[in-house]
């Protein structure tokens, strides 16, 4: 039996994400029996006037699957304490609190921080002090929400802080792109598979691209966004994860330290960048009118779209490029990794006068959302033509293959952590790797002579500049949006 402490239950990602996802769980027969989930907070609620509140916010992101009976039975399991994270006697109450929840039987008790980031070495030695990370009665372990730090002092300096009440076992550090289907599914494709592994490497391989582009704008998260920017937001976690994926080598086991010792191994092969191949090999873009959206400086000089090519210096990727992008107010949504092949040694099939030009290269696309499949681009001979050839696509569609909509990542962390499996988190030498990686850049754009920013249109692919920066590698960006469309309802 598992107790779920949420920290800074009243902020939006409790509302948004965790009930939700503990509810979808309750609603499949994942979530244990006799789980209890305790908000904490500053604001008073009593324990109805919270139910109240998350029903209306589960009913309207859980959509058709909201049962009001259902939810009836689930909001049972919800309790709320007001208290402050600057108190020990707030904690001690909790403590009270919990220990009546859990009538003296031995716990697993998870504790989420869902606070502003500021607070999370605060919450985590109060934790320690008040006796609450104790395994005496059973597990403790800490959920920890990004961002794991600023750069890489302030990130070691909180692993440091959260290591001193807590082992590492116990830590879960979230990156919610680690719970999308779409991204665990890289796993399966690249290691279930036998027939993509033996190409996945320099030889066959060209480059690769990882895009993540929202068309959202900075909307009202400006308090938090103007101080962190896209590279920080996304680079750091989300994109590093994805090329992690994409380059690891195969674990011998499906376990945490198996999976991420190879993680960290890619970390330790990409090249960090000097101040000269920041200004040469990234791009920062700021889109036009976000100087004034409300709470925004007037003057910012964070960047809301950046490109950055990265090597990664081991055997299977010496030599291919790996060209990260990702911004908001971009012309749609989507996240998606080309992986593009080498161009076939000789062309037999071009007319002598064509000989020279270039046939699209074969492609496999791993389209992480809105659009989840992937596909492979090829060239196919055009009947009736002699020996014309036209790139065709072989396209695979979750939606297409099974049935049901597809969870949220959420829901799968959350298990995770309820089973202890921290096959899906970031270690903590995993996060702080991954600030050595993008600090240089940070570091160059602010401190060294560099590009300006570069200007973007609300709705476009970015500066103009990043549209053709691959152009210098003779190579350029696939844009397939919207993708993987076809009769169904996507995006
Ligand atoms: C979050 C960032 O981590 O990821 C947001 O803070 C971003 O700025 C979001 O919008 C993107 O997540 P997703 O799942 O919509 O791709």
């Not at 305790?38 to 959509?63: I, M, N």
């Not at 200007?455 to 053709?468: F, I, K, N, Q």
Request: proline share 5%; charged share 25%; aromatic share 10%.
């Amino acid at each position: 039996m598992p107790s779920i402490i949420i920290f800074g239950a009243s902020g939006d990602l409790t509302s948004r994400k965790l009930i939700p996802a503990l509810f979808q769980l309750y609603r499949k027969k994942r979530l244990p029996a006799d789980t209890n989930i305790v908000g904490f907070s500053r604001t008073e609620f009593s324990h109805d006037a919270w139910r109240g509140q998350l029903s209306e916010t589960t009913q309207k992101f859980a959509g058709k699957d909201f049962d009001p009976k259902l939810w009836e039975e689930f909001a049972k399991k919800i309790f709320y304490h007001p208290g402050d994270l600057g108190k020990d006697e707030d904690f001690q109450q909790l403590c009270g609190l919990l220990k009546e929840l859990e009538q003296g039987k031995s716990t697993t008790r998870i504790y989420y921080l869902a606070t502003a980031p500021q607070f999370y070495p605060e919450a985590v030695e109060r934790l320690g002090k008040s006796g609450l990370a104790d395994e005496k009665d059973g597990a403790r372990r800490i959920v920890i929400e990004k961002p794991f730090g600023t750069d890489l002092e302030s990130a070691t300096q909180l692993n440091e802080d959260v290591h001193k009440v807590f082992r590492e076992r116990q830590v879960y550090r979230i990156d919610h792109y680690l719970g999308k289907e779409t991204v665990q599914n890289i796993l399966v494709l690249r290691f279930a598979n036998s027939i993509f592994e033996p190409l996945w490497n320099r030889n066959y391989i060209d480059h690769v691209q990882i895009t993540a582009a929202e068309e959202v704008k900075v909307g009202r998260r400006a308090g938090y966004y103007d101080t962190a920017g896209v590279v920080r937001d996304m680079f750091q976690n989300h994109l590093l994860q994805l090329l992690t994926i994409t380059s690891m080598e195969a674990p011998s086991r499906f376990e945490a330290d198996y999976v991420r010792n190879e993680k960290v191994k890619v970390l330790q092969s990409v090249r960090p960048m000097t101040p000269e191949e920041v200004a040469k090999h990234t791009i920062r873009g700021q889109y036009k009118g976000y100087k004034q959206e409300p709470g925004v400086a007037p003057d910012s000089q964070t960047p809301t779209f950046a490109v950055a090519k990265l090597h990664v210096d081991n055997w299977r990727w010496q030599g291919v490029p790996f060209y990260l992008r990702s911004g908001k107010a971009m012309s749609c949504r989507t996240t998606q990794i080309v992986i593009q092949f080498r161009d076939p040694p000789h062309m037999l099939f071009a007319k002598e006068k064509h000989k020279h030009r270039k046939v699209e290269a074969n492609r496999l696309i791993i389209h992480i959302q809105p659009a989840e499949g992937i596909q492979v681009y090829f060239q196919t001979k055009v009947p009736d033509a002699g020996m014309a050839m036209r790139q065709t696509t072989l396209d695979f569609r979750f939606d297409n293959q099974f049935a049901g909509t597809m969870p949220d990542g959420y829901e799968r962390l959350l298990l995770d952590v309820m089973q202890g499996d921290a096959s899906l988190f970031a270690r903590a030498d995993e996060v702080e790797l991954a600030w050595g990686i993008v600090d240089p850049i940070l570091q160059a754009w602010q401190e060294h002579e560099q590009p300006p920013m570069a200007e973007y249109d609300v709705g476009e692919w970015g500066p103009t500049e990043a549209l053709y920066w691959m152009g210098n590698d003779d190579r350029y960006w696939l844009d397939v949006c919207p993708v993987l469309k076809s009769s169904a309802a996507h995006d």
